[in-house]
């Protein structure tokens, strides 16, 4: 039996669920997301509340039991109040800018880097900060961590792309040895 499963998800005020064989659309102040649940997953909207559970016992429903109601829980949770991910960019002669909707970055190569966000993802720019918002916590994850890995932190300045509140664990550089 599933823990995470077996919860029931609330469903707020202002949310549509609409439940057609096995895809599962919400609706919602934010935007819409679909998703196809697996074939061994089903979902039922009761008193306001969805309810997944395993339609027939197999080795793996468990597992997919509970994975399938973590992301149905995020789509509810992203049509309602949304996602957000912030990165910090740190170097000399680093720039980001909005331009459009897509993320135009000098981070020190011999050109820049343009990054045209997702349907549904939007970047916004403050400072030395990069904030990538949207509904589906996938497709935020995923951009933020493409975004990243253009430019890794090295530990030994710290200049590159982190996420907020991320620790970079820094290593001492070479001493200078004097012969005498």
């Given at each position: ?8 998800i ?25 998703r ?125 792309i ?11 550089g ?6 005498a």
């Amino acid at each position: 039996m599933s823990r995470i499963g077996k919860k029931l998800i609330p469903i707020p005020q202002g949310v549509v669920v609409e439940i057609s064989e096995n895809t599962l659309r919400i609706k919602g102040p934010k935007g819409e997301l679909a998703r196809i649940l697996h074939a061994d997953i089903s979902a039922v909207v009761r008193d306001n509340t969805i309810a997944i559970f395993p339609a027939q016992e197999s080795k793996k429903s468990p597992a997919l039991w509970g994975l399938s109601r973590s992301l149905v829980s995020n789509m509810v949770q992203g049509v309602t109040h949304g996602f957000k991910k912030k990165l910090e960019f740190e170097g000399i002669g680093f720039r980001v800018a909005v331009d459009g909707k897509a993320l135009q970055m000098q981070l020190g190569f011999s050109h820049p880097v343009r990054i045209e966000p997702p349907a549904g993802v939007s970047f916004t720019v403050e400072k030395n900060t990069i904030t990538v918002e949207g509904v589906d916590k996938e497709e935020v994850g995923n951009t933020a961590a493409r975004i990243r890995r253009l430019k890794p932190v090295e530990p030994y300045k710290g200049k590159g792309i982190k996420y907020q509140g991320e620790v970079v664990k820094r290593k001492a550089g070479k001493k200078a040895v004097t012969s005498a």
